[in-house]
């Protein structure tokens, strides 16, 4: 059974940092891509990062690009998303998901339960 289980969210500040991480179960961690995506508050879904099976090729959202960066450890079955100069608008549940195959365009089969971050003052 693929677990993939979130942490490391929580409350910071506008323009502080976080460090998000992914555990995964349940399937070969280095034969797949991984995704970060997110959801704010009464919004829809929102891609963030993907990252392919060897960290080889890594995709930001635009928007994100100079802030947040994905990475992965395949020894350890994890994957990071470094998030830094956070802004109130970053506030939202982060979910991990799984992709297809060994690319990040890949589609998405499989999801963590999610961790909300919240900035604040």
């Known amino acids: 059974e693929v677990q993939l289980v979130e942490s490391g969210g929580g409350l910071v500040q506008p323009g502080g940092s976080l460090r998000l991480s992914c555990t995964a179960s349940?399937?070969?961690?280095?034969?797949?891509?991984m995704t970060w995506v997110r959801q704010a508050p009464g919004k829809g879904l929102e891609w963030v990062s993907g990252i392919s099976w060897n960290g080889g090729e890594t995709n930001h959202a635009d928007s994100l690009k100079g802030r947040f960066t994905i990475s992965r450890d395949n020894a350890k079955n994890t994957l990071y998303l470094q998030m830094n100069v956070l802004k109130s608008d970053d506030t939202a549940v982060y979910y991990c998901?799984?992709?297809?195959?060994?690319?990040?365009?890949?589609?998405?089969?499989?999801w963590g339960q999610g961790t909300l971050v919240t900035v604040s003052s």
């Open positions: 349940g399937f070969t961690f280095d034969d797949y891509a």
């Open positions: 998901a799984k992709n297809s195959e060994e690319d990040p365009d890949d589609a998405l089969e499989a």
